[in-house]
Every structure is written in C-alpha cells, then in structure tokens.
C-alpha cells in the first residue's frame, strides 16, 4: 500500500529520512450534479511536508482539498468516487465519521472567517467542541496555538477583544491558530494568502514553513511563486480536473515532464 | 420656418397636454401616498384628544386607572387588571411562540433536506400567515378550552396568540441566520464541530439580534390582538389582576368592552386604554430597532 | 509515527459519538417544532369541521363516527341559501348569506379604498420619491399596518362615523347610527392600504431600470413609463398584493364589529347597520360556558366558511405568484 512517494529522491534539505504517507488519494473522482470536478486522481501526499496544489482556476484543486477533510459532504451536489486513505483508512468509507475526521484534519479557509467571538474563544473553539473542559488545559493550549501562529506577540494583552477586530492578516493567523490549537495532524490550506497584502502574505508564508516541522500541510495556491518557495511537494491540476503532474517541488519547476505544465508555469496560459 | 418647426419639435399643443398630465398623476400619487399619513395623524390626534376630554371633562385620575381593576361603574374603572394580564399573555406567548418559531427555523434552514415534507412545512407557513386571527381563537375554544378543559384561562389566550405568531417569527428567524455567512458555518464544521455544535455556539449567537428583533416585533403585534381572546374568554370585566390560569380581560378586550358601551364615560376610559396599549407597542417596537441599530455593524 | 495501519487514525465513529447523538437529540427536537405548524393546520381543520358538523347534526363529527346517534337539524340548503341569519333567535333562522354579504361589502369597500390609494402611494415610492423621502414614507405607512384594528374600530365610532359619515348621511336624507357600513369600509381599508403600498412598492422597484430607459428613449414621459411599463411589468406582484389586502379585509374582526355593527341584513345602503362573520362570531363567543349550545355551534359553522374563504384567497395569490412571477435579475 505504500507506494509513490518513497521511491521519489527527496531533494528537500530539512529531513533526509524517507517520507511517510499520511494521505493517499485512489482513482478519486467528485461529481458536482454531471460535472465530474476531479478525474481519477491518484496522489500520496507525505507527512511533515508542505504539498501545493497549482492549477488554473476551475480545475478541481480546491475540490481535491475539500474532499481530504470531506467538506464536499455540505454540497447537495457533490457525489465522491474512489478512495481518499488518511493512515490507510478510507475516509469515504461508511463507518467514517465526517466529524471525527475533521477533528484529525484542520482547515483554514480562502477568506479570514474568524468567528463573531473574542481572540481567545475562536482559538478555544476547537479544543470546546472536541471537548476538552479543563480551563488550565485549554489556556496553555491557546497560548501555545497562538505562538505558533506567530499572533502572540500581537494579542498577547487583547485576548478578550473582538477576533473581528483585527487586520486582515491577523485574521487569517487567527484562524490557523484555531486550526491548529486542536492538535490536528494535517492542515488544509485553501489560498490562505490570496486576501492577504505583501506583508500579511509573507508573514503567512513563513508560518507554513514553519507549520511543516509540525503538521502535514497541504495547500492550493493560485500562487506559482508561492507554491515554489514554500513547497516540496507540488502537484498540477489543469483544466477538467485531471492532475497532470506531480513531484517534489524543484522538479517541477524546474524540469517538468509534461509540456502543457510548462507552459503553464511559465505562464504560457492560466 | 424654423419657428415652425421648433413648434412642432417642442411646443405643440400635444407636449402642453403630455406635460400637464404628469403633473396632475404627479399631483394624484403625492396625495395618496400623503393620505396615509395624514389619517395616522387623525388617528393618533382623535385618540389623545379623547383620551384628553376623559381627563379633564371626567374626572379621570390617571393615577387611580393605571392601579385599579376593572369595575362596573365608570368612576372606580381602571386598567390595572387588564395590564398585568396583557403582560402576562405576552411573557408566555413569548417563551412559547420564541421556543416553536425558533426551532422550527433553525430546523428549515439549517437541517431541513429539501424533501416534499420540507416544502409542504414551507407552505403550510405562508397559509398559516393568512389564517384570520379569530380562527386560532376557535381553533384553541375547542381544542384547549374545551377539548382539554382549561376553562377560559389566560394560558389558553397564551397559546392562541403564540400559534398566530409563530409563522412571523419563523419567517424573521430564517431571515436571520441565512444573513450568517457560510464561511462562519464551514469554519466551524472544519474544526470538527457537529451541526448543532456550529448551530448553538457560531450560527445562534451571530443571528440572535435579528431573531429577538422579529420576535419583538411579533409580539408587539400579538398584544394588540383582540379577536382570539374574545374567542377564548369571556368578555368581562375583570376586577383583580389574574395570574396564568385564571380568567382574564386582556388590554384590547378591556377596551373594546369600553369602547362598546354607549356611555360616554366608558368611551373615553377606552380611549384612555388604546394610549396604555399603544405606549407599550411603542416602547416594544423602539426595542427591537435599538437591538438592530446596535448589533447592525457586526458580522 | 504513522503506519498505513487503519488503527491509529481513529476516524472512525467513536470520538464523536457523543456529540453526533446530541446533534442527532437537537434535530429530532427542532423537527418536533417545525411539525407543531403541520399540526396547527390540521387542528384548525379538524376543529372547524368537527363542531361545524354539531351545527348541522346536533353532534360533533367525532361523535357521530363513534356511534352517537343524531339527526339532521339544519339543512345545507337553508344554510347556503336562505337570506335570514338568527340561530339563536326563538324563531331560528339558519341562512347565511346576510352575514356573508356584510363580509363581501365590507371587502369590497375597503378594496375601493385601499387599492387604489394603495397603488398609487407605490407609484409615487417607486417612480418618483427621493430615497430620503421614501426611506421616511415607508415605515410611516407601515405603522398604519401596525396599529391593533380595535383602535380603528374606536377611531370610526369616535371619529370617522360622527365627524363624516352623519353629515352625509344627512345630506342624503339618511339617519345614520352608531354602525354602518360606510365606516366599516373605510376603517378596513385605511388598514390594509400598506400592504397594497409596501408589497406593490417591492414589485415596482424590482422591474429594471433598462426597461424604463428603453422606454424613456422612445420619448416616453414619467406618466406613461409609471403606468405602460412599469405597472404591466410588475402586475403580478401588485395582483397579489390586492389578494393579500382582500384576505386580510375578510378575516378582520375587530375593526368592523365595532365600525359596522351587528345588523344582519342585506342592504345596499351603505348608512345602514350590517353584520359580517367575524362581528357575529364576536357577539356570539361565551368561551366554555357555551357548549353545547346553538350559538356555540355556529360560531364553528360561520368560522369554517370564513376560513374556506381566505384559504381560497390565499391560494389563488400562491398560484398567481407561481404562475405569473417576474423573474428580473
């Protein structure tokens, strides 16, 4: 069952040993009514690495990032064939709670979406509704998430403000600290930069870095520059859903297999 | 020549006709839409000035009508009774009408699968809306009053002005929680919250301004409504204030039985009663806008 | 740290097995709330017909399925057809047609009233008031909607009867009383004027610009975009606002027992006193101490007819809302 990703050289210089799987998509296909929004992908995404996703827009990246965590279930529409492994288990499979799943799989979303609460509570949101009750517990646990979101230093004294009070990019760092504060082992990331200005934007960047000691990232970027900075894995989505290539980061960039992906990473078209 | 043609271009008789026209529809639609307002001034003024030549031609002690129970000589009346039993009707409408109506929307918008059962709920409420109000008082007559023999008690007109209501507030709560935003609701769910975890702590506490301003302004109708309890009561006059399983003479029963008499004193006892009444819609109504202008910005 | 072992990722059901049983607890429950309306619409038929049957038979519906014994003590004919409305007289008369007269006149009236005040009051929001005037105008005349009806009931007996409606009786050579007609329309139309005005208004608004451009460019004055573009393109939406105001004009109850009196006859007078459905149920209503008794029976008979006749109302503005709705987006 393990397969892929192992046998690639990985060329990234801050782990030597082999990549472990965590996730592994299988002939995966989503359906949105008759579209099929993603065509057979097969993908081994590695643990404690940073794996974009690229595409133009409309060619199933984010579909493939919300079927990790199985956020496609909240679309009427949405239909998912094949498998999609988290630790070898398939996620789609029945007794799969969605609940649980999410619980092991965080996800911080395209636009900021901090809950109408204080700084505090949206990090503790998490941790309340996968219930932990201990007060003690779930401060260390805030402030530990909120380090390493790097927003700390920043509402350290204002935790019982408003988290719609602060700026765009604190935002979007709120809402990796709620997704973080939990404990998952993955973190989905959909275009977290893209509302973001320079700054915010590489302040942000750095955190994933940083992110990869800890947790799994995987992230869709309309982004190319992005995804080659902070990637090691890079995968291409191109139009009608087909993921056309994917490998370790300087690769692809570098030498690409496939024309078409050539042409669309150095801006050809897309 | 050219005067000929700017005659025919811009001044022909025709174009007098056009314009005059637009100004007389002009003219008829500024006086209709004024007409309203001037008859809510009538209204309000005939009220007051009523109510006025009750004082001051009557005798009638404020002080002693807003603190004494009904009685059947216009001198001792008083409203107190059908006050603290209009208050009554309003805080158990409200808990029941506040428990359904709330539920029931969270239930169509948030959990409803779109089934024919979902939809025949959706309609059954737009024809619930335009059931006249004197029928959900037959509707409780004989299904509580007699059905299940509570007698003529206010939690009987309670329940009838709580089923008359809740469409309203299924209607204004739905409208609440679709203006939440659905990246709230994915944000909660990504974390790994259940459905009714992200309903009860992200969705409620964004859209409950709203609801408590639709269910304020619910209220602020059922208080007015008389036709149900007329149903559901007796018309009387009620001496002492009741407590939830008594009899009861509600404000705007009180007031039509007022109103009703041909003496004049009672008619200006009436008129007396519809300025209680109308100062406690008032005051609920300035609630609810205060609630909306003051939790508008957020979200 | 990770195998491909399916043991360690515990996805599966039981971490949130206690939380997906609560949410599970929450739906039932907030499914139980939503059906309290199903039953609220079944009850009122069920009640409506069941007592409406004692009045025709003696018993109630539900008694007679479970094997009482009854007989038929007022035909439908006389019911439906007769012109004279006493059941509790010592001489009964069973016809409903005058209380259901002074239900259609005071409609009827009140229609002459408020549609085209209303109508026109939404042209002059639409088409010609200025967004500060409109966003003042607009909750004004929904106050009017907003006042409890016996407080117009008190206005026409106290204000539009004596001050109006006398003196012109009197022009005409008619004494008028404490009731008529004449008032009763007025009052019920003045209250249903907002929602002609408001619901009329939003159909207006919602017909595009392009259409009035279209039709300013051809040379059009205001007058015939208001009333050869805009009107026609909105008709439906003003059509179910006319329905809506008609239905509420039927079922009103206070305004028009205290403006129209409790004379049932049918008269074409309009100084005269008349009776409709609701003024009768209201001068009937004797809460529990009445069953049993004709007048309690009736109030069931009188109450289903009127409820026919706003459901009718209410599902022909459903149909006409279907049917002819404007899709502009």
Not at chain 1, 52 to 57: D, E, F, M, T, V
Not at chain 3, 84 to 108: F, N
Request: glycine share 8%.
């Amino acid at each position: 069952m393990i397969q892929t990703a192992t046998e690639t050289e990985s060329c990234d210089n801050r782990s030597t040993r082999p990549d472990e799987t965590v996730l592994r998509a299988s002939d995966l296909n989503v359906y949105y009514g008759d579209d099929r929004a993603l065509r057979s992908i097969d993908m081994a995404i590695p643990e404690r690495k940073v794996t974009a996703l690229i595409g133009p827009s409309g060619c199933g990246k984010s579909t493939f990032l919300r079927s990790i965590n199985r956020m496609n279930d909240l679309i009427d529409v949405a239909r998912v064939e094949g498998e999609l492994y988290f630790h070898g288990k398939n996620v789609y499979d029945d007794d799969v709670d969605p609940v649980a799943l999410r619980r092991k799989i965080g996800m911080v979303f395209q636009k900021p979406n901090p809950f109408p609460k204080s700084i505090f509570d949206n990090v503790a949101y998490g941790l309340e509704v996968q219930g932990t009750t201990d007060d003690v517990d779930i401060d260390e646990r805030v402030e530990r998430a909120l380090k390493n979101a790097a927003l700390w230093n920043e509402v350290e004294d204002r935790l019982d403000e408003s988290g719609l009070e602060l700026s765009g990019g604190q935002q979007q760092r709120l809402c990796i600290a709620r997704a973080i504060a939990p404990d998952p082992e993955v973190i989905l990331m959909d275009e977290p930069a893209s509302a973001l200005d320079p700054v915010a934007t590489s302040k942000v960047e750095d955190l994933i870095e940083e992110l990869a000691e800890e947790y799994t990232v995987v992230i869709v970027t309309h982004n190319m520059q992005q995804a080659a900075r902070i990637s090691n894995k890079t995968a291409v989505f191109l139009t009608g859903g087909e993921l056309v290539e994917f490998g370790d980061t300087n690769e692809i960039f570098e030498n690409p297999d496939h024309d078409r992906v050539e042409d669309y990473i150095t801006g050809k078209f897309g | 020549m050219s005067t000929k043609i700017d005659d025919e271009l811009f001044g022909s008789a025709d174009l007098q006709w056009e314009k005059l026209k637009n100004k007389l529809f002009l003219g008829i639609c500024f006086t209709a839409s004024l007409f309203g307002v001037v008859v809510l001034v009538f209204l309000l003024a005939d009220v007051a000035y009523e109510a006025g030549i009750g004082i001051v031609e009557f005798d009638i002690n404020i002080g002693q009508f807003l603190t004494e129970g009904g009685r059947r000589d216009p001198e001792d009346a008083g409203f107190y009774a059908a006050i603290v039993a209009s208050v009554w009707l309003m805080a158990l409408t409200a808990v029941m009408a506040f428990v359904v109506g709330v539920g029931s929307a969270i239930y169509l918008e948030e959990y409803a699968p779109d089934t024919r059962i979902t939809r025949l709920i959706e309609a059954n409420l737009a024809n619930l809306a335009g059931v006249p109000s004197v029928v959900y008082g037959l509707l409780v007559l004989a299904a509580v009053v007699n059905g299940f023999g509570t007698g003529s008690i206010l939690l009987a007109g309670a329940i009838a002005l709580a089923l008359l209501i809740v469409p309203i507030i299924i209607v204004s709560t739905q409208e609440a929680l679709r203006a939440v935003p659905d990246g709230l609701r994915n944000g909660s769910y990504a974390t790994g919250a259940t459905q009714w975890q992200t309903i009860r702590q992200v969705v409620l506490p964004a859209a409950i301004p709203g609801i408590l301003t639709g269910t304020i302004l619910a209220l602020a109708r059922a208080i007015g409504e008389t036709a149900p309890l007329i149903m559901v009561g007796i018309l009387f006059t009620a001496r002492r204030p009741p407590g939830p399983l008594d009899s009861f003479s509600a404000m705007p029963s009180q007031i039509y039985v007022w109103a009703a008499q041909p003496q004049p004193h009672f008619h200006h006892l009436a008129a007396l009663g519809i300025v209680v009444l109308l100062a406690f819609m008032l005051t609920m109504n300035a609630v609810a806008v205060f609630l909306r202008n003051r939790y508008e910005r957020e979200l | 740290m990770s195998t491909d072992s399916p043991n360690d990722s515990a996805i599966t059901g039981d971490v949130a097995r206690a939380d997906r049983i609560r949410n599970r607890h929450a739906r039932r429950l907030l499914f139980t709330c939503a059906s309290v309306t199903v039953i609220t619409t079944v009850a009122i038929f069920a009640v409506l017909i069941d007592n409406a049957f004692s009045y025709f038979y003696g018993v109630t519906l539900h008694d007679a399925i479970l094997g009482v014994t009854f007989e038929q003590q007022v035909s439908f004919s006389e019911f439906l057809t007769g012109t004279r409305w006493a059941p509790d007289h010592a001489r009964p008369a069973h016809g409903v047609l005058p209380i259901v007269y002074g239900t259609l006149a005071i409609t009827v009236g009140a229609a002459f009233v408020s549609i085209p005040i209303g109508t026109a009051t939404a042209i002059y929001l639409s088409e010609y008031a200025s967004p500060a005037v409109r966003s003042k105008l607009k909750p004004t005349l929904e106050v009017l909607a907003g006042i409890p009806t016996i407080v117009y009931g008190f206005f026409a007996i106290s204000f539009i009867t004596p001050l109006f409606i006398s003196p012109l009786g009197n022009l005409f050579g008619h004494h008028v009383g404490r009731y008529n007609m004449l008032a009763g329309c007025i009052v019920v139309g003045i209250m249903t004027i907002p929602m002609v005005s408001s619901i009329s208004e939003d159909a207006m608004s919602s017909v595009p610009d392009e259409l009035r451009n279209g039709a300013y460019a051809l040379g059009a004055t205001k007058f015939d975009v208001s009333t050869k573009v805009v009107l026609p393109a909105s008709i439906s939406g003003v059509f179910a606002s006319y329905i809506l105001a008609v239905s509420r004009a039927i079922g009103e109850t206070m305004a028009v027992t205290l403006a129209a009196g409790f004379q049932a006859q049918i008269t074409g007078n309009p100084f005269d006193e008349i009776m409709t459905m609701t003024a009768y149920m209201v001068s009937m209503a004797r809460g529990e101490s009445a069953v049993g008794t004709v007048e309690y029976q009736s109030l069931f008979a009188v109450g289903l007819v009127l409820f026919v006749m706003t459901l009718t109302m209410n599902l022909l503005n459903d149909w006409i809302k279907r049917r002819y709705r404007e899709e502009y987006q």
